[in-house]
């Protein structure tokens, strides 16, 4: 079992920055992918970047050039660097870690309880 605990949400003006934090427990940290999604009001959970454990990043068309993943696997920590932020960045922001059993095919999937990001006009 992984536990996920998400931080460094809150309210900024658009323009300004803000940088979510997630740290896991237990100690295999790095051999999962990391992820973190966002879900607005009335509105599906997206995916908005994600990490392998060989650091492999990907993002969201309406992120990419102001948003950048990152991990330390030393600190069970990912980190969603957020700038240029636009009001319609406004969500609750989720942490996810995944992997899959090379043997037995089992997925592992853990997700944070959340953190809300507001961003005014």
């Known amino acids: 079992q992984v536990q996920l605990v998400e931080s460094g949400g809150g309210l900024v003006q658009a323009g300004g920055s803000l940088r979510l934090s997630c740290t896991a427990s237990?100690?295999?940290?790095?051999?999962?992918?990391m992820g973190w999604y966002r879900q607005a009001p009335e509105k599906q959970r997206e995916l908005v970047a994600r990490?392998?454990?060989?650091?492999?990043?990907n993002y969201t068309d309406s992120v990419k050039g102001r948003f950048t993943i990152s991990r330390d696997n030393a600190k069970n920590t990912v980190y969603l660097q957020m700038n240029s932020l636009k009001p319609e960045d406004t969500a609750v922001y989720y942490c996810?870690?995944?992997?899959?059993?090379?043997?037995?095919?089992?997925?592992?999937?853990?997700w944070g309880q959340g953190t809300q990001v507001t961003v005014s006009s």
């Open positions: 996810n870690s995944h992997r899959v059993a090379v043997t037995t095919g089992y997925e592992y999937d853990y």
């Open positions: 237990g100690s295999t940290f790095s051999r999962y992918a």
């Open positions: 990490i392998t454990n060989g650091g492999i990043t």
